[in-house]
């Protein structure tokens, strides 16, 4: 059994200096964490910072449950043989051995946790940090329900059996509460009481609960940021029995810093349509150009749910504090300059055998897009599958094309609107700690350098999602100039076809067609002569 403080509860104000506490590598030494969600994209670098920048951190806990064909045992294996670990097997071989990975099933009673691991996980964990949560958007709500809402209540149970349990700190959404313009640190009433809505879907059949859902959700977007709201609540309920902290990360993506820049593991969110966009299957999108873009580095949300996990076991505060953990409101970053910075990127570092060279465009306007999806997706998806069924092969870009639009269409409403956050508390926390600790846990969005820092997303989308060597840019070059020759070739046949099905066939169209041309001549020659004259 671990030596911890016991898990009584001091009310305390907020502080102003850190006297008296230990640093955040001090507080995790000797500590036992459990980790739910760790083979999550958030949850190995939550894993991976643990290990290398707390050494002495005693045991990771982490809930895993089997795959078809993969036990946890070798789930776990495989995350940590991954290149993210790279830095912590420089400094420690053996790190594995403080890995313990825990069956459980999230869907199922109790989290299908065996009784001598429950009494294990009671008797020894100190902090735990709650990652796990299903993030597809259009997740039905049943499902979204246990994953996100009653998998939470449970491991709030299971929380409350912990004998040395210091802190509980759960990972939530920036945009739980995203039916509100201004968003504050704190819980909002939930839009109906989880627990009642829970019993009631319990006896529904699935297609009454499909039925339900846009009247149940109301003015949120989808069944992710509802389910959120509902869970945050849960959560904040258990405030009196345990000391919890609330971390709300916004859109978040490939590290900034850490373990290194630019990684990244997964097509969600922002991931899957630079990627898409540096292939030139995207070429249109509806956003507004003005609108920030909240994308916060994963690095970025880890140190600060460590340092969060830190502050809520050292001061426990008298309530629950939430973390909105933003870059908005404090390092402002806009659609429009994304797309710029995604296409300079890409056409510096181009992605393997590209579709077409790399060119979208961001519009507000709903028919411009329409209009576009229909010229620059649909109609070349049509003659690509063509071309394939002529040569024998099965068609496949308009499924591509039909799959990428629902994606698009699931990001539409975070990307055509504003939010402001208060961040009131991740500044306070940040000013709680050591000069030390803030080098090591940075979350200080204010030093985000946002151009080297997309640049570097870009690039980790190539390297680590589509394991992309960086030796073979030049060929991927090569291969951007021969599309933009086919393209130019095109463009002169579509030009001789127009003129000799249309123009050469009707004098008026020939008339048009002079007029144009020489109006394009006396400009020309109006433009030579003014350089002339100038020089």
């Not at 109906?192 to 003015?219: A, C, H, N, Q, Y």
């Not at 008339?511 to 144009?516: G, L, P």
Request: glycine share 4%.
């Amino acid at each position: 059994m671990c030596r911890s403080r016991p898990k009584t509860r001091t009310s305390t104000h907020r502080p102003t200096d850190t006297c008296g506490m230990a640093s955040i590598p001090e507080y995790y030494a000797g500590k036992n964490v459990l980790i739910t969600g760790a083979t999550g994209f958030m949850g190995k670098v939550l894993v991976e910072k643990l290990l290398r920048s707390c050494p002495e951190v005693k045991a990771l806990y982490l809930l895993v449950r089997p795959k078809a064909g993969q036990s946890m045992g070798q789930r776990v294996s495989d995350m940590m043989a991954c290149k993210l670990f790279d830095r912590v097997r420089e400094d420690d071989p053996d790190f594995h051995q403080k890995v313990v990975p825990i069956s459980s099933e999230l869907t199922q009673p109790g989290l299908a946790i065996a009784p001598e691991d429950v009494e294990r996980l009671s008797a020894c964990v100190n902090v735990v940090f709650h990652c796990a949560a299903t993030i597809r958007f259009d997740e039905p709500l049943k499902h979204a329900l246990q994953l996100n809402v009653i998998a939470t209540q449970q491991l709030l149970r299971l929380a409350k059996q912990m004998r040395h349990l210091e802190a509980f700190v759960h990972i939530s959404t920036a945009y739980a509460n995203c039916n509100r313009k201004h968003i504050d640190e704190v819980i909002y009433p939930p839009p109906v009481e989880p627990r009642k809505l829970i019993e009631s879907v319990e006896w529904m059949d699935d297609g009454i609960v499909r039925d339900i859902t846009p009247r149940l959700i109301g003015d949120r977007p989808n069944t992710y940021t509802y389910t959120k709201a509902l869970a945050e609540y849960l959560v904040q309920q258990e405030q009196d029995r345990l000391n919890i902290a609330i971390i709300r990360p916004s859109i978040v993506g490939a590290s900034w810093q850490e373990p290194f820049p630019g990684w990244i593991d997964n097509f969600n969110g922002p991931s899957g349509v630079f990627i898409a966009a540096g292939k030139g299957i995207l070429r249109t999108m509806r956003a507004n150009n003005d609108a920030v873009a909240d994308l916060i580095p994963v690095d970025v949300v880890i140190n600060l749910t460590l340092a969060a996990g830190w502050y809520t076991a050292e001061r426990r505060p008298k309530t629950a504090l939430v973390y909105n953990c933003t870059s908005g409101g404090i390092n402002p970053f806009h659609w429009g300059e994304i797309e710029h910075h995604v296409m300079s990127s890409f056409k510096r570092n181009p992605l393997e055998q590209a579709f077409r060279r790399p060119n979208a465009n961001i519009t507000s306007n709903y028919l411009i897009n329409q209009y576009w999806i229909l010229v620059s997706h649909k109609f070349p998806a049509l003659l690509y599958d063509l071309v394939l069924r002529l040569s024998g092969q099965k068609p496949q870009m308009m499924r591509i094309f039909n799959r990428l639009h629902k994606a698009i269409g699931l990001l539409e409403y975070f990307s055509r609107q504003d939010w402001e956050w208060n961040s009131e508390n991740m500044s306070m926390l940040l000013s709680q700690l050591t000069p030390e600790d803030r080098k090591t846990f940075n979350f200080d969005v204010r030093q985000l350098n946002w151009p080297e820092y997309i640049d570097n997303y870009c690039i980790g989308t190539k390297k680590y999602v589509l394991n992309e060597d960086m030796s073979d840019i030049p060929a991927a070059r090569q291969h951007l100039r021969k599309l933009r020759n086919i393209r130019y070739t095109f463009n002169t046949l579509l030009v001789v076809f127009i003129w000799r099905v249309f123009i050469a066939r009707s004098q008026m169209a020939r008339n048009i067609w002079y007029f144009v041309v020489s109006l394009c001549f006396k400009f020309l020659s109006y433009f030579r002569a003014s350089s002339t004259i100038a020089t």
